[in-house]
């Protein structure tokens, strides 16, 4: 019996140091942290970043363990676009383990990863192109939103475009196909559909060159699929619209995986091209496509 009173007061305190409260964590501050640095690996440059010339600092805040690997992290600051890739690159480094009294320690401080253009940067042509064309994209941007003056839209957004295709060709890929696929709104809302489909077509060749993400790709093969369907070619719009809805079901399971605060946006995206794609599938006699299109619109809503 004695036995086995010890064996369970022997149990209960040897259980007892889980029981104590972690040790804080060493702060430390940025240049100390950067000199502890063991293993660093460039980040990778986003396709989607470079192409709109984002560049920039991602400052996080990080707790390295004591074998000196990365814990934990957080974003402090820096462009959305180039966290994700900053957040990648960070996982593989590693850091010489932090010391308290001989022994290894928890640490924690600010880190920096940063991303620059460099020679790639803007050029004066570029930036006198830049500075007429975003006074205009603000322009034809409030006037689709206002939804008033249609002629007057069309004719903004088509300078918009118009100006964003001076832009040298290996450059500025995201402005172009974004003024192209407002253009061919704007003129598709105007009832001018040869010009619409004209910015339409731009705005997918951009996109073929391989610089965009899922959602841009499919407001490019979007508003080509509605304009080809209004000017009455249904197996183009059927196609188009086809590969418009593949890119933003990409796009939004990219969203809510990442907890992107514009998800609904891209939801919002997809059921617009899903109910006009059921409008064109009834056309081309198709009444059970048309359905599994509507059904499929009615999940986001």
């Given amino acids: ?42 980040p990778v440059y986003p396709a989607i970043a470079k192409a709109a010339r984002i560049q920039g600092t991602v400052v996080f805040q990080i707790q390295v363990g004591t074998t000196g690997k990365v814990e934990s992290m957080k974003v402090l600051s820096g462009p959305a676009m180039l966290q994700q890739s900053a957040i990648d690159c960070l996982k593989l480094w590693t850091f ?5 009294d001989g022994a290894p320690v928890a640490t924690s401080g600010n880190v920096s990863i940063e991303f620059s253009l460099g020679k790639d940067g803007p050029i004066p042509k570029e930036d006198e192109i830049a500075g007429r064309y975003f006074p205009l994209s603000d322009q034809c941007r409030k006037a689709l939103s206002a939804r008033l003056d249609y002629p007057a839209a069309a004719d903004v957004c088509k300078s918009a475009a118009d ?10 890929f995201i402005e172009k196909r974004s003024a192209f696929v407002f253009a ?33 790709s499919n407001a490019a093969y979007g508003v080509r699929g509605m304009v080809e369907g209004t000017l009455g070619d249904l197996p183009a719009a059927d196609q188009d619209l086809t590969v418009a809805e593949d890119y933003e079901r990409k796009g939004i399971a990219w969203a809510d995986q990442e907890k992107f605060e514009h998800a609904n946006d891209y939801k919002r995206a997809l059921v617009q091209d899903l109910r006009f794609h059921a409008q064109v599938l009834q056309a081309l006699n198709r009444p059970e496509d048309a359905q599994k299109k509507l059904d499929e619109a009615a999940k986001y809503n």
């Fill in 184 to 216: 061919a709104y704007a003129l598709m809302n105007n009832k001018n559909l040869n010009t619409a489909l004209l910015y339409a077509g731009k705005a997918v060749e951009v996109v073929k060159l391989g610089h965009d993400d899922n959602s841009g």
């Fill in 1 to 42: 019996m004695r036995f086995c009173r010890f064996l369970l007061i022997g149990l209960l305190f040897s259980g007892s140091s889980s029981l104590m409260p972690a040790q804080e964590p060493l702060a430390v501050d940025a240049k100390t942290l950067e000199q502890q640095i063991d293993h660093r690996l460039p």
């Fill in 163 to 172: 100006t964003a295709d001076e832009f040298p060709t290996d450059r500025r």
């Fill in 96 to 100: 010489h383990p932090f010391q308290k």
